[in-house]
C-alpha cells in the first residue's frame, strides 16, 4: 500500500540499467591542487566567469561547491554504511535550525582549514574574507534553534544515524536596525543568491493535505475505514544540506522542506476561468514556508504557524515510512524498534496524531497497532516553563485546517481519559485537568499534553528544569507514568564555539593539552593545574586581550562606541525578554553611572573600567520588550556622551545579534550575564559558549547556571569562580502575593537614586514618558520578574566581580578554571546521553575519512 502522492517537477532517474557505474568514480583529492582545480572549473566553466569579475560572490560559490562535491560524496558513503548495517535511525524534527555560517565549520571538520587557505591564497583569495562574507543561516529564534544545530554536529561526530527535518523558510529570522533609538525589523532574504550548500532532491516530493472532510468507506476487503477528501493540497520539497562529523568521513544530512503548488491546484481554477486567481492561489500554497514566526515565547495562534508545524510533521514522517516501505514492504512490526522521533518542542508534534492517520487511513494498520508504534518511536523535549509559551490551538480552527487530525486527537483523548479515569476513579477535575482538550467558551487543544501522551520520554534541558516540570506544568502526567520523565542538560558544540570561533585559544589548548579535546571535551580538566602558572596565565591573558581587541572592533564598527580591551567586559546577549532581565542589566548601569556622577571620590576610587555590551532581538509583538532596547539605547548615549565619565564606563547595544555575532563576542568577553528570574530559563545555552570562553558568569540558580556552578566547585573544591546572585526558584515562588517592590525601593538609597534618575527623565529628555511602562512594571506588586527584589543582591554580586577584576593574576586564574570545568557542557555529552537514554542507536563508522 503506497501513499498517494503525485510528484511534480520531478526529474526522475530512469536509466535502463542504474549500475554502480553511474556513480563509481575515485574519491575527490583533498590536496591543495585537487582544491585550486576545482574552485577554477567552477569560476570559469560552471559560472562562467573570467579575469572581469570582481565580486567575491563567484570565488565564495566556486569554494563551497567544490567542498560539497566532497560532503556529499562522504553523505552517500554514510548512507551506505548505515544502510548495509541495518541499524535503527533517530529523526530531529524541529521547526528551528539555527545553524549560522556553515564555511568555517565545513572546513574544520573536512580537515580542510589550511589546505582551502593555501589554495585560495594561490588563487589571490582571502579566506578569511569569503568566510566573513558567507550570510548567517538564521532559520531558528534563539537558544532551541541554535540547540538543533549544535545537536547535528555532535551527532555526525559521534557517527550516529541521526537526521534532521526542518523547514526551509525563505525569510530567517529578521534583521535588526536601530533607528532613533528603537528596533526596527527588516526582512532576511538569505536565499536570494542561493545558497550551494544544499541539494535540492525533487524525487522525494511529498503531498500534503489541508482542509476538506471526512467520510467512512468500505475498502475491497469490506473494511471500514477513512479518507480525507476534498482537501486543498500543497507539495513538500525537500532540500539536504551536508552535517559534516569532525574528521570522521561521516556526514549526516538536514532536510529542509520547500512548499510547491500542485499542477492541478491552479489547473481547477484555470478551466473555470480564472488565471491570476489561479496564479495567486499557487503563491498562498508556497506562503507556507515563506517566513520564520520571530517569537520566541509566546504563541500567537497563526493559522499559518499550524499550517508550517503540520507541513513539517507530515512530509518529514511520509518520507521516513515511504523509505521504510521501500526496505521493508508493509509490515511495520520491527518500525518501532529502527526509528525514533525527537520533537524539538511541541511545535511538530502533529506528529503524533499524523503518525497514527498515516499508519490507519494509508498503511491500513488498526487503531491498537498505530497506537503502539506512535507511542514507541515519538519522544518530546519541552524547552520552556513559561505559561505563555505553551502551545494551544482552537478547536475550530484546528479543525477546519486539518479535519482528519482532529478526530484522531479525539479518539487518542478518548482512549487516554479512560486510562486516566480506571487510575483515579471518580477524580473527574484530574480528568478535566488532564484532558487534551481544554474546555471554555474557546475549547483548545493543549499540544503539550498531546506531545506527552503520544511519547515514551518526555525531558526537560537542564536538572532544575526537568524537576519543576514534574513538580508543576506536568505534575499529573507524571503521577501518571513518572518512567517518562527525565533530564538532559544541554551543551553546545566545541567545534564551532571555541576551535571554529576562537583560533587563538584552539591554539593554546592543542599546544598545552593536545586536540583530543576537540571530541572528548573532559579533558579540558587538564587545564586546571596550568592555572597556577604564572607564564601559562600571561598567555592565557594575551589570547583574552586580542579577542576583546576583536570585539571592540566590532562594537566600533556596529554601535559607534569604543570599547577599551582593558576595561572590564560585561556582555548580555540572548532574546530580549522581560524574564531574562536585561532590564536588571540597566539598572545596575545607571546605579555605576550615578556613582560616578557624584564625584564623591570615596566611591570610585578602585574604579575598575567596565564596557557594557548588551544584545538581542525582541519579538516584533512585544510592546515592553522593545521598550527595555530603547531604554539601553538612551541610556548607553547619555553615558557615553558625558565626558566627566570617559573610559570608567560604556555602555553599547548591539544591533542584529546573530550566530556569527555570538562567535566573536564569547571570546572577547570577560563577565558573561545569565540573571534570569530563578525557576524561568529553561537552560540557557550562551551561559555555556561563554564559559568555554573563558568568561565568568554573574548568574542567578537558574537553568544550566546551578550545573555551571557545581562544576566549578566540583574542579576546585569552593564557589568562588562563579558570582552567585537573587533569589532561588523557591523563594521566587515563595515571593508571590507578598511582593512590594515600592517598599524595596525605598528602603534601599542606591535603587532609589537609580529610579529616581529614571523617573526625572535624565534619559529620555526630549521624550516624556517614555519609560512609563519599564518604570511601572518595576513598582508593580506582580511584576512577575521580580527586578527590584534582586537590585541589591545583583549590585553586590557586580561589585565582588569588579574588585575580583582587578586583580589579573586572579581573575585569569578564574577564567582558565571556567574554561577547565566546562567540559561537561558538550553537546557531544548531551547526544550521548539522548542515546543511550531515548534513541539507543549504534555508531556506524563510514568507510572513509
Ligand atoms: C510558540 C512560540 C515559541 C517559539 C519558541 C515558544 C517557545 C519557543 C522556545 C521555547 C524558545 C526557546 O528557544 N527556548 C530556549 O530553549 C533553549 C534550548 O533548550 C534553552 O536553553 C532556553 O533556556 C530556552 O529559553
Given at each position: 500500500?503506497?501513499?498517494?502522492?503525485?510528484?511534480?517537477?520531478?526529474?526522475?532517474?530512469?536509466?535502463?540499467?542504474?549500475?554502480?557505474?553511474?556513480?563509481?568514480?575515485?574519491?575527490?583529492?583533498?590536496?591543495?591542487?585537487?582544491?585550486?582545480?576545482?574552485?577554477?572549473?567552477?569560476?570559469?566553466?560552471?559560472?562562467?566567469?573570467?579575469?572581469?569579475?570582481?565580486?567575491?560572490?563567484?570565488?565564495?560559490?566556486?569554494?563551497?561547491?567544490?567542498?560539497?562535491?566532497?560532503?556529499?560524496?562522504?553523505?552517500?558513503?554514510?548512507?551506505?554504511?548505515?544502510?548495509?548495517?541495518?541499524?535503527?535511525?533517530?529523526?530531529?524534527?524541529?521547526?528551528?535550525?539555527?545553524?549560522?555560517?556553515?564555511?568555517?565549520?565545513?572546513?574544520?571538520?573536512?580537515?580542510?582549514?589550511?589546505?582551502?587557505?593555501?589554495?585560495?591564497?594561490?588563487?589571490?583569495?582571502?579566506?578569511?574574507?569569503?568566510?566573513?562574507?558567507?550570510?548567517?543561516?538564521?532559520?531558528?529564534?534563539?537558544?532551541?534553534?541554535?540547540?538543533?544545530?549544535?545537536?547535528?554536529?555532535?551527532?555526525?561526530?559521534?557517527?550516529?544515524?541521526?537526521?534532521?527535518?526542518?523547514?526551509?523558510?525563505?525569510?530567517?529570522?529578521?534583521?535588526?536596525?536601530?533607528?532613533?533609538?528603537?528596533?526596527?525589523?527588516?526582512?532576511?532574504?538569505?536565499?536570494?543568491?542561493?545558497?550551494?550548500?544544499?541539494?535540492?532532491?525533487?524525487?522525494?516530493?511529498?503531498?500534503?493535505?489541508?482542509?476538506?472532510?471526512?467520510?467512512?468507506?468500505?475498502?475491497?476487503?469490506?473494511?471500514?475505514?477513512?479518507?480525507?477528501?476534498?482537501?486543498?493540497?500543497?507539495?513538500?520539497?525537500?532540500?539536504?544540506?551536508?552535517?559534516?562529523?569532525?574528521?570522521?568521513?561521516?556526514?549526516?544530512?538536514?532536510?529542509?522542506?520547500?512548499?510547491?503548488?500542485?499542477?492541478?491546484?491552479?489547473?481547477?481554477?484555470?478551466?473555470?476561468?480564472?488565471?491570476?486567481?489561479?496564479?495567486?492561489?499557487?503563491?498562498?500554497?508556497?506562503?507556507?514556508?515563506?517566513?520564520?514566526?520571530?517569537?520566541?515565547?509566546?504563541?500567537?495562534?497563526?493559522?499559518?504557524?499550524?499550517?508550517?508545524?503540520?507541513?513539517?510533521?507530515?512530509?518529514?514522517?511520509?518520507?521516513?515510512?515511504?523509505?521504510?516501505?521501500?526496505?521493508?514492504?508493509?509490515?511495520?512490526?520491527?518500525?518501532?524498534?529502527?526509528?525514533?522521533?525527537?520533537?524539538?518542542?511541541?511545535?511538530?508534534?502533529?506528529?503524533?496524531?499524523?503518525?497514527?492517520?498515516?499508519?490507519?487511513?494509508?498503511?491500513?494498520?488498526?487503531?491498537?497497532?498505530?497506537?503502539?508504534?506512535?507511542?514507541?518511536?515519538?519522544?518530546?523535549?519541552?524547552?520552556?516553563?513559561?505559561?505563555?509559551?505553551?502551545?494551544?490551538?482552537?478547536?475550530?480552527?484546528?479543525?477546519?485546517?486539518?479535519?482528519?487530525?482532529?478526530?484522531?486527537?479525539?479518539?487518542?483523548?478518548?482512549?487516554?481519559?479512560?486510562?486516566?479515569?480506571?487510575?483515579?476513579?471518580?477524580?473527574?477535575?484530574?480528568?478535566?485537568?488532564?484532558?487534551?482538550?481544554?474546555?471554555?467558551?474557546?475549547?483548545?487543544?493543549?499540544?503539550?499534553?498531546?506531545?506527552?501522551?503520544?511519547?515514551?520520554?518526555?525531558?526537560?534541558?537542564?536538572?532544575?528544569?526537568?524537576?519543576?516540570?514534574?513538580?508543576?506544568?506536568?505534575?499529573?502526567?507524571?503521577?501518571?507514568?513518572?518512567?517518562?520523565?527525565?533530564?538532559?542538560?544541554?551543551?553546545?558544540?566545541?567545534?564551532?564555539?571555541?576551535?571554529?570561533?576562537?583560533?587563538?585559544?584552539?591554539?593554546?589548548?592543542?599546544?598545552?593539552?593536545?586536540?583530543?579535546?576537540?571530541?572528548?571535551?573532559?579533558?579540558?580538566?587538564?587545564?586546571?593545574?596550568?592555572?597556577?602558572?604564572?607564564?601559562?596565565?600571561?598567555?592565557?591573558?594575551?589570547?583574552?586581550?586580542?579577542?576583546?581587541?576583536?570585539?571592540?572592533?566590532?562594537?566600533?564598527?556596529?554601535?559607534?562606541?569604543?570599547?577599551?580591551?582593558?576595561?572590564?567586559?560585561?556582555?548580555?546577549?540572548?532574546?530580549?525578554?522581560e524574564y531574562?532581565r536585561q532590564l536588571l542589566n540597566v539598572l545596575h548601569v545607571i546605579h555605576?553611572?550615578s556613582?560616578?556622577?557624584?564625584?564623591?571620590?570615596?566611591?570610585?576610587?578602585?574604579?575598575?573600567?567596565?564596557?557594557?555590551?548588551?544584545?538581542?532581538?525582541?519579538?516584533?509583538?512585544?510592546f515592553i520588550a522593545?521598550r527595555i532596547?530603547t531604554l539601553?539605547?538612551k541610556v548607553?548615549?547619555?553615558?557615553?556622551?558625558?565626558?566627566?565619565?570617559?573610559?570608567?564606563?560604556?555602555?553599547?547595544?548591539?544591533?542584529?545579534?546573530?550566530?556569527?555575532?555570538?562567535?566573536?563576542?564569547?571570546?572577547?568577553?570577560?563577565?558573561?550575564?545569565?540573571?534570569?528570574t530563578?525557576?524561568?530559563?529553561?537552560?540557557?545555552?550562551?551561559?555555556?559558549?561563554?564559559?568555554?570562553?573563558?568568561?565568568?558568569?554573574?548568574?542567578?540558580?537558574?537553568?544550566?547556571?546551578?550545573?555551571?556552578?557545581?562544576?566549578?566547585?566540583?574542579?576546585?573544591?569552593?564557589?568562588?569562580?562563579?558570582?552567585?546572585?537573587g533569589l532561588?526558584?523557591?523563594?521566587v515562588?515563595?515571593t508571590r502575593g507578598a511582593y512590594d517592590p515600592n517598599a524595596l525601593i525605598a528602603a534601599d538609597a542606591d535603587l532609589s537614586r537609580v529610579m529616581k534618575l529614571l523617573e526625572s527623565g535624565h534619559f529620555n529628555?526630549?521624550?516624556p514618558g517614555l519609560f512609563e511602562p519599564i518604570i511601572n512594571a518595576i513598582r508593580s506588586p506582580h511584576d512577575p520578574w521580580l527586578v527590584a527584589a534582586d537590585f541589591r543582591s545583583f549590585v553586590?554580586?557586580?561589585?565582588?566581580?569588579?574588585?575580583?577584576?582587578?586583580?589579573?593574576?586572579?581573575?585569569?586564574?578564574?577564567?582558565?578554571?571556567?574554561?577547565?570545568?566546562?567540559?561537561?557542557?558538550?553537546?557531544?555529552?548531551?547526544?550521548?546521553?539522548?542515546?543511550?537514554?531515548?534513541?539507543?542507536?549504534?555508531?556506524?563508522?563510514?568507510?572513509?575519512?
Open positions: 500500500m503506497s501513499i498517494n502522492h503525485r510528484t511534480h517537477n520531478m526529474r526522475p532517474l530512469r536509466v535502463s540499467n542504474p549500475t554502480t557505474e553511474l556513480f563509481a568514480q575515485p574519491p575527490l583529492g583533498m590536496e591543495v591542487a585537487d582544491l585550486t582545480a576545482d574552485i577554477r572549473r567552477y569560476f570559469g566553466n560552471f559560472y562562467g566567469r573570467d579575469k572581469y569579475c570582481r565580486s567575491s560572490h563567484y570565488p565564495y560559490h566556486s569554494l563551497v561547491l567544490t567542498l560539497r562535491d566532497r560532503l556529499m560524496e562522504r553523505a552517500r558513503k554514510t548512507r551506505f554504511a548505515y544502510e548495509e548495517a541495518g541499524v535503527k535511525h533517530a529523526y530531529y524534527l524541529s521547526l528551528e535550525f539555527l545553524m549560522g555560517r556553515t564555511l568555517g565549520n565545513a572546513l574544520l571538520n573536512l580537515g580542510l582549514d589550511t589546505v582551502a587557505a593555501e589554495a585560495l591564497g594561490q588563487l589571490g583569495l582571502a579566506l578569511e574574507e569569503l568566510i566573513d562574507n558567507e550570510h548567517d543561516a538564521g532559520l531558528g529564534n534563539g537558544g532551541l534553534g541554535r540547540l538543533a544545530a549544535c545537536f547535528l554536529d555532535s551527532c555526525a561526530t559521534l557517527q550516529l544515524p541521526v537526521m534532521g527535518y526542518g523547514i526551509r523558510y525563505e525569510y530567517g529570522m529578521f534583521r535588526q536596525r536601530i533607528e532613533n533609538s528603537r528596533q526596527v525589523e527588516d526582512p532576511d532574504h538569505w536565499l536570494r543568491d542561493g545558497s550551494s550548500w544544499e541539494l535540492e532532491r525533487p524525487e522525494h516530493t511529498r503531498r500534503i493535505q489541508y482542509q476538506g472532510r471526512t467520510e467512512f468507506f468500505r475498502d475491497a476487503q469490506g473494511k471500514q475505514r477513512v479518507r480525507w477528501i476534498d482537501s486543498k493540497d500543497v507539495l513538500a520539497v525537500p532540500y539536504d544540506t551536508p552535517i559534516p562529523g569532525y574528521r570522521n568521513g561521516t556526514v549526516n544530512v538536514l532536510r529542509l522542506w520547500s512548499a510547491a503548488a500542485t499542477d492541478e491546484f491552479d489547473l481547477g481554477e484555470f478551466n473555470a476561468g480564472s488565471y491570476p486567481e489561479s496564479v495567486a492561489a499557487k503563491n498562498a500554497a508556497e506562503n507556507i514556508t515563506m517566513v520564520l514566526y520571530p517569537n520566541d515565547a509566546s504563541e500567537n495562534g497563526k493559522e499559518l504557524r499550524l499550517r508550517q508545524q503540520y507541513f513539517l510533521a507530515s512530509a518529514s514522517l511520509q518520507d521516513v515510512l515511504e523509505r521504510w516501505e521501500l526496505h521493508h514492504g508493509i509490515d511495520f512490526s520491527r518500525f518501532a524498534e529502527q526509528n525514533c522521533f525527537q520533537l524539538n518542542d511541541t511545535h511538530p508534534s502533529c506528529a503524533v496524531p499524523e503518525m497514527m492517520r498515516l499508519l490507519i487511513d494509508e498503511y491500513n494498520l488498526e487503531w491498537d497497532a498505530a497506537w503502539q508504534i506512535t507511542t514507541h518511536t515519538m519522544a518530546y523535549t519541552n524547552h520552556t516553563l513559561l505559561p505563555e509559551a505553551l502551545e494551544r490551538w482552537s478547536v475550530h480552527l484546528f479543525g477546519h485546517l486539518l479535519p482528519r487530525l482532529l478526530e484522531i486527537i479525539y479518539e487518542i483523548n478518548a482512549h487516554f481519559l479512560t486510562e486516566v479515569a480506571r487510575r483515579w476513579p471518580g477524580d473527574t477535575e484530574r480528568l478535566a485537568r488532564m484532558s487534551l482538550i481544554e474546555e471554555g467558551p474557546v475549547p483548545h487543544v493543549r499540544m503539550a499534553y498531546l506531545a506527552i501522551v503520544g511519547s515514551f520520554s518526555v525531558n526537560g534541558v537542564a536538572a532544575l528544569h526537568s524537576e519543576l516540570l514534574v513538580q508543576g506544568l506536568f505534575r499529573d502526567f507524571y503521577e501518571l507514568w513518572p518512567s517518562k520523565f527525565n533530564n538532559k542538560t544541554n551543551g553546545v558544540t566545541q567545534r564551532r564555539w571555541v576551535a571554529g570561533s576562537n583560533p587563538l585559544l584552539r591554539q593554546l589548548l592543542d599546544t598545552t593539552l593536545g586536540n583530543a579535546w576537540l571530541t572528548r571535551l573532559d579533558e579540558l580538566r587538564r587545564l586546571a593545574p596550568h592555572a597556577d602558572d604564572a607564564g601559562f596565565r600571561d598567555q592565557w591573558q594575551t589570547v583574552k586581550y586580542r579577542n576583546k581587541e576583536r570585539l571592540a572592533k566590532l562594537v566600533l564598527r556596529d554601535c559607534g562606541v569604543v570599547f577599551d580591551p582593558n576595561a572590564l567586559f560585561d556582555v548580555q546577549v540572548k532574546r530580549i525578554h531574562k555605576l553611572y556613582r560616578l556622577k557624584t564625584g564623591d571620590p570615596a566611591l570610585t576610587k578602585d574604579w575598575t573600567s567596565r564596557c557594557v555590551l548588551i544584545g538581542g532581538k525582541a519579538a516584533p509583538g512585544y522593545k532596547i539601553i539605547c548607553a548615549e547619555v553615558i557615553n556622551s558625558d565626558p566627566t565619565i570617559g573610559n570608567r564606563l560604556k555602555l553599547a547595544f548591539l544591533p542584529n545579534y546573530r550566530v556569527s555575532a555570538m562567535e566573536i563576542i564569547a571570546p572577547g568577553t570577560d563577565l558573561s550575564e545569565q540573571i534570569s530563578a525557576g524561568k530559563e529553561a537552560s540557557g545555552t550562551g551561559n555555556m559558549k561563554f564559559m568555554m570562553n573563558g568568561a565568568i558568569t554573574i548568574g542567578t540558580l537558574d537553568g544550566a547556571n546551578i550545573e555551571i556552578r557545581e562544576e566549578l566547585i566540583k574542579l576546585t573544591g569552593n564557589d568562588d569562580n562563579f558570582f552567585l546572585f532561588t526558584a523557591d523563594e515562588e515563595a529628555a526630549f521624550e553586590d554580586a557586580q561589585e565582588r566581580a569588579a574588585t575580583a577584576y582587578r586583580d589579573r593574576a586572579g581573575w585569569t586564574r578564574m577564567s582558565i578554571l571556567n574554561t577547565a570545568a566546562s567540559g561537561k557542557f558538550s553537546t557531544d555529552r548531551t547526544m550521548q546521553e539522548y542515546n543511550a537514554e531515548i534513541w539507543k542507536l549504534s555508531s556506524v563508522a563510514s568507510t572513509s575519512t
